[in-house]
């Protein structure tokens, strides 16, 4: 029984991100479409991380229990009946009637979650956001059937986990098995890890930042901190920060782009991913230098707010050489996502970008700002649905002064080509890889 509470566990957690992973990638938008996946986000998602939790702890205590038995069980007496040894009347002291997480009774009792229901949606959906609502619900359901079933004893249970299997087919079924990404060889994933606990990092919290500008898990030379493997990290206004077996930071959730800026998406983890404001993925190399960014919807933001002082200090001109001639380059500080679809100011969203594929030019339509207008007309004109993938490829030619021994940023090195690609209405539009300075060309010492 502890085992088959694990098991089913990790099943709810797995279901979790898969559900997760087809919100996002729903080409849905409007007001109905954010309260969705506001509420999956702020509400959904934490009761069944929660329930989670729950399950794998009680199964693990069940487990200890069961081990106890058998210690302090005469080996010669029935354990099944309990009532052999000194602790032999566990299950009957704590279990049905009290409550008590021995028995049946508490055990599911502790595990269980009110049933999960989404709010009636005010348009008609197209067939894949019906079949979130329907997923979502049918989790709901199966939640509250098995946490029902429970509490009218052991023998039950078996059919309440058989019916949480069928859920988990009906969520696999309809989400598949298929990457939305379509660039190979980095490390963008779209859910966060599977962790063991949760530690909040409130004000008075040892590992509290020293202030609202000062980052979490990195000390005063950008160096990551020891942190516990396997947790879960609230760190109220910096974001949610994930952890692997090592104890490394590998997955964030933060905002950006506010009044005041994220100091966790100026100054970043290496080999991490970041979900940012709900609409974009990032992940980050070994230097801390984007690899990867997925919009799955892309959305308008005129408001998004501009940081001069980051772009002055980022953009730069710099001589190259190619075939002979020696030309001065000039690099913008180019967004990875524009501020029109709510690209954030901190540095996390800028790199180094030849002017030729950050603007127009005359009868050029393979640059950025090209890609940009006809997403931002797509949606405003047509209410045409766009995601917008892009993989930076960092080769060895790099400014002088620029490299790991000397310490350099991530935004201070330049990208040798960006790989583009962008769908309209579930359609490949572009499909392209931008070289971001003249062929051929070197960086002059």
């Given at each position: 029984m502890g085992s088959l509470l694990e098991d089913r566990s990790s099943s709810l957690e797995d279901m979790t991100a898969r559900l997760g992973a087809l919100i996002n990638a729903v080409p849905w938008v409007g007001p109905d479409a954010m309260a969705l996946r506001a509420d999956w986000s702020f509400r959904i998602r934490p009761r069944l991380m929660d329930c989670q939790m729950r399950l794998r702890e009680e199964g693990r205590s069940l487990r200890d229990h069961a081990e106890e038995q058998d210690r302090a069980s005469d080996p010669a007496g029935d354990v099944a009946d309990g009532g052999s040894g000194a602790d032999g009347g566990r299950w009957a002291d704590s279990g049905r009637g009290n409550g008590g997480v021995g028995g049946p009774d508490g055990l599911l009792r502790a595990a269980s979650t009110p049933q999960i229901t989404l709010a009636a949606l005010s348009v008609p959906l197209d067939a894949a956001s019906q079949g979130v609502v329907r997923v979502a619900g049918a989790i709901g359901d199966a939640l509250g059937t098995a946490a029902e079933s429970a509490v009218e004893g052991t023998g039950l249970i078996t059919g309440a986990v058989g019916r949480a299997r069928a859920v988990a087919q009906q969520v696999s079924d309809a989400i598949g098995t298929d990457s939305p990404l379509a660039f190979d060889g980095t490390g963008l994933v779209l859910e966060p890890p599977r962790t063991s606990g949760?530690?909040?990092?409130?004000?008075?919290?040892?590992?509290?930042?020293?202030?609202?500008?000062?980052?979490?898990?990195?000390?005063?030379?950008?160096?990551?901190?020891?942190?516990?493997?396997?947790?879960?990290?609230?760190?109220?206004?910096?974001?949610?920060?994930?952890?692997?077996?090592?104890?490394?930071?590998?997955?964030?959730?933060?905002?950006?782009?506010?009044?005041?800026?994220?100091?966790?998406?100026?100054?970043?983890?290496?080999?991490?991913?970041?979900?940012?404001?709900?609409?974009?993925?990032?992940?980050?190399?070994?230097?801390?230098?984007?690899d990867h960014m997925y919009v799955p919807e892309v959305e308008l933001h005129p408001d998004t707010s501009r940081s001069q002082s980051i772009q002055s200090k980022i953009a730069e001109r710099f001589d190259m050489t190619a075939d002979g001639d020696t030309e001065s380059i000039e690099f913008n500080a180019g967004h990875a996502l524009a501020r029109q679809f709510g690209g954030v100011r901190e540095e996390i969203n800028y790199t180094r970008q030849w002017d030729e594929v950050n603007q127009a030019r005359s009868g050029v339509d393979?640059?950025?700002?090209?890609?940009?207008?006809?997403?931002?007309?797509?949606?405003?004109?047509?209410?045409?649905?766009?995601?917008?993938?892009?993989?930076?490829?960092?080769?060895?030619?790099?400014?002088?002064?620029?490299?790991?021994?000397?310490?350099?940023?991530?935004?201070?090195?330049?990208?040798?080509?960006?790989?583009?690609?962008?769908?309209?209405?579930?359609?490949?539009?572009?499909?392209?890889?931008?070289?971001?300075?003249?062929?051929?060309?070197?960086?002059?010492?």
């Open positions: 949760t530690i909040t990092v409130d004000a008075d919290h040892e590992l509290a930042p020293g202030s609202a500008a000062k980052p979490f898990g990195l000390d005063a030379d950008g160096a990551p901190i020891e942190l516990a493997p396997n947790t879960r990290y609230e760190v109220g206004d910096h974001g949610t920060y994930y952890t692997d077996g090592d104890g490394r930071v590998v997955y964030v959730e933060a905002t950006g782009g506010g009044g005041a800026m994220n100091p966790n998406l100026r100054e970043v983890f290496p080999d991490a991913n970041y979900h940012v404001n709900e609409n974009v993925f990032y992940s980050t190399d070994e230097l801390g230098r984007l393979d640059n950025i700002y090209a890609y940009e207008s006809l997403m931002a007309d797509g949606i405003e004109k047509h209410g045409h649905q766009y995601s917008y993938e892009t993989r930076f490829n960092w080769g060895d030619e790099q400014p002088p002064g620029v490299g790991p021994d000397q310490g350099s940023a991530p935004w201070e090195y330049v990208p040798e080509s960006y790989d583009v690609r962008i769908t309209e209405n579930g359609d490949v539009i572009a499909d392209n890889t931008l070289p971001n300075y003249p062929d051929g060309a070197t960086f002059d010492d």
